[in-house]
């Protein structure tokens, strides 16, 4: 097998720690270059103890000098950034998976309005594919351009969407309750995220306008086949380190049953590696997501509200982050899908 070439851009965040530890163990993968401005020249065991050993130093990002030495780039730099490599890459012909938000909204007026700043390069919106493989699997194959989902995002749209697509509930009335661990704040010092600020707290914040609920929006009403839909998200931080566990309530419509959901999951999802539909006894867990690529999902209507529940839980670093970009990766260069992950 002739190995991709994998460059990856920001390994020094936590995504990248997880990039590193799910590509080191990939077999159809050659990891080119890792970079990071800060740490450039130092080993990557420097930073993170868990790979000493590991003969690989970060490198300073040059989009140039990169195009030269891989076939593909994951970019896990911060939104604005993340554009600004991705430019150059493509036009040498590198296969560019988007870890950050810039490529994952379709309207440019939409990403201004919740990241307050122009989109630099509004043009790309349309060339970009959205990474979510179970629902955007046959046009990744082809992408230059991979939108990776958000963690929030995927714990929201797998188990929402065939549901709204089949008609079995309503678009209105949408509310989705999140609980994240800390690393979905990435690998900074910061007040909120330190250990006694966070231990023994539950909290909800941005409970609205949070940078993930227009991509939640877009892809929820994309399955419903309407304009345009308006959801309540509500984020919560929760002490432990990894993994996101969705609540979602929706109206249920006529015809909706717990039969009809069933046999609606089962045609999406039935024959899917990464997402495992629950029998009705049990909801999700994150404890039997961590460090996995998979989503579980968890459905009920509750027949004395007319409301459909459902619970999802993913690793926010792996189907949430970085799994997923490999999960692209192999589609994109042809490799079988769970190449390198769990």
């Known amino acids: 097998m002739k190995k991709i070439r994998v460059a990856i851009l920001g390994a020094s965040g936590y995504a990248g720690e997880e990039l590193l530890r799910l590509l080191l163990r990939h077999p159809g993968v050659e990891i080119a270059a890792v970079t990071s401005r800060k740490n450039a020249g130092q080993p990557v065991s420097s930073v993170f103890p868990r790979f000493t050993g590991l003969q690989l130093n970060f490198v300073a990002p040059n989009?140039?000098?990169?195009?030269?030495?891989?076939?593909?780039?994951?970019?896990?730099?911060?939104?604005?950034?993340?554009?600004?490599?991705?430019?150059?890459?493509l036009e040498a012909g590198v296969k560019v998976i988007d870890i950050s938000a810039d490529f994952r909204l379709r309207d440019p007026a939409r990403y201004q309005q919740y990241y307050k700043v122009p989109h630099p390069a509004p043009e790309l919106l349309k060339k970009a594919v959205y990474g979510l493989p179970e629902r955007y699997r046959e046009q990744l194959r082809t992408a230059?351009?991979?939108?990776?989902?958000?963690?929030?995002?995927?714990?929201?749209?797998?188990?929402?969407?065939p549901l709204l697509?089949?008609?079995?509930?309503?678009?209105?009335?949408?509310?989705?309750?999140s609980c994240s661990g800390v690393t979905g704040a990435g690998r900074k010092v910061d007040l909120p995220y330190?250990?006694?600020?966070?231990?023994?707290?539950?909290?909800a914040y941005a409970v609205t306008g949070h940078r993930h609920l227009p991509e939640i929006e877009q892809e929820l009403a994309a399955a419903a086949g309407v304009p345009e839909m308006a959801i309540n998200f509500i984020p919560h931080l929760v002490p432990m380190n990894r993994g996101i566990n969705s609540t979602i309530v929706l109206d249920a419509m006529p015809g909706c049953s717990n039969e009809a959901l069933a046999a609606v999951y089962e045609k999406a999802y039935g024959r899917e590696q990464f997402v495992r539909v629950l029998p009705p006894e049990r909801t999700s867990d994150t404890k039997y997501v961590f460090m996995t690529n998979c989503c579980e999902i968890s459905y009920r209507l509750d027949a004395h509200t007319n409301k459909v529940i459902l619970t999802s839980t993913i690793d926010n670093l792996t189907k949430g982050a970085s799994?997923?970009?490999?999960?692209?990766?192999n589609l994109r260069f042809g490799l079988p899908e769970e190449t390198g992950l769990l």
């Open 323 to 329: 799994g997923q970009a490999i999960q692209c990766l």
């Open 165 to 177: 697509a089949a008609g079995l509930v309503s678009t209105r009335n949408v509310v989705i309750a």
């Open 63 to 89: 989009a140039a000098e990169l195009a030269e030495t891989c076939e593909a780039a994951i970019l896990a730099l911060p939104h604005g950034t993340a554009t600004e490599y991705a430019i150059p890459l």
């Open 194 to 203: 330190i250990f006694p600020e966070c231990n023994e707290s539950v909290r």
């Open 144 to 161: 230059d351009l991979i939108a990776c989902a958000g963690c929030y995002p995927t714990s929201s749209i797998l188990p929402t969407a």
